[in-house]
């Protein structure tokens, strides 16, 4: 997956009315205004009410679901013969302070995302919306991490100087 296709992906998405948030691998490359490696997938976080408009672009483009863990996660794939695209989507569900939540796989321990991890980025040197280092370290945690994860908790590490836990 390269950086144009990260921004083709967020571009269709915009036009469709859909508001977005880049997270994981790219989301991390955003913060940190760089592609420090590959990606297989692109996380995005999405306002919940929107997600049918989010699904048609989608489906309209050509991707197609692959994975379904509603209300917690859905997966849309490019066609084949297509990039490969795999978009690893998360519903957001927003209160009136900015602030949104996100159902888990344990339905009593809900993901939270303050206000304030609603951030921008940059991908191929155009702004995007992520979510903030802050968010990023807080998602890395709880399980052993990959390799992937501690390349990004490090790139977390050298731009911003904040303490990660891996």
């Given at each position: ?23 994981g691998g790219w989301g991390i ?68 302070d900015g602030s949104a939540t ?65």
């Open positions: 997956m390269t950086a144009d296709d990260v921004l083709s992906v967020l571009a269709l998405l915009r036009r469709a009315g859909a508001e977005v948030w880049v997270g490359d955003a913060l940190v205004g760089e592609q420090t490696r590959e990606h297989r997938d692109l996380d995005l976080m999405h306002r919940r009410e929107q997600e049918p408009a989010l699904v048609a672009a989608l489906a309209e483009a050509g991707f197609v679901e692959s994975l379904d863990q509603r209300p917690v996660r859905f997966v849309m794939t490019a066609p084949d013969g297509g990039p490969g695209i795999d978009l690893d989507l998360h519903p957001l569900v927003f209160a009136t996100q159902a888990s796989f344990e339905p009593d321990s809900p993901f939270h995302y303050p206000a304030s991890c609603f951030v921008t980025g940059t991908i191929a040197d155009t702004p995007v919306p992520c979510l903030s280092a802050e968010q990023q370290v807080h998602f890395h945690q709880g399980y052993t991490p990959t390799p992937r994860d501690r390349h990004d908790m490090a790139q977390l590490r050298r731009v911003f100087g904040i303490a990660t836990h891996f």
